[in-house]
């Protein structure tokens, strides 16, 4: 079974898969939003169709350690997954995932408008691969 992850923003996610073994994190897309109902749908039936048991979603803390209003938002996402899906949503940090996800792309010499079509997708999959790495030892 497959874990995925994501990197929960208003307006796009960043959608990675794992390998069927759980040890490698592979980008996957940028989910443009819609409205919540089509955004469940959506991620109920891609789960399905990638056989997914979990679902590991990037939890902004702030720098200091606290949660604000971008985490609580993306706590009731991940609720409202967990209902949908019927499957284990676990939050992870994702303090500095967007800056490693940039930093990479700017060393691979991606142009700034080529990078935000596919740093969300980026950011899930460093989310993705550092929850596997926790879980994997």
């Known amino acids: 079974m497959r874990k995925m992850g994501l990197d ?7 959608v990675a898969f ?19 109902t089509s955004d469940l749908a959506y991620f ?11 679902i590991v979603v990037g939890l902004p803390i702030n720098m ?3 949660e604000g209003e971008r985490a609580l938002a993306t706590r009731v996402f991940g609720e409202k997954l967990h209902e949908a899906t ?3 949503v676990k939050f992870l940090d994702e303090r500095l995932s967007s800056v490693s996800a940039e930093r990479m792309l700017i060393e691979a010499d991606v142009s700034r408008e080529n990078r935000k079509k596919v740093i969300d997708k980026i950011s899930a999959t460093i989310i993705l691969q550092n929850y596997l ?3 994997s030892k």
């Open 8 to 14: 929960y923003g208003e307006v796009r996610i960043g």
């Open 64 to 66: 200091n350690g606290t």
């Open 86 to 88: 019927g499957l284990e």
């Open 18 to 36: 794992s390998d069927p073994l759980g040890i490698i994190a592979n980008g996957f897309e940028t989910y443009v939003r819609k409205d919540l």
């Open 133 to 135: 790495d926790i879980n």
């Open 44 to 54: 109920c039936d891609i789960a399905r169709k990638k056989e997914v048991d979990k």
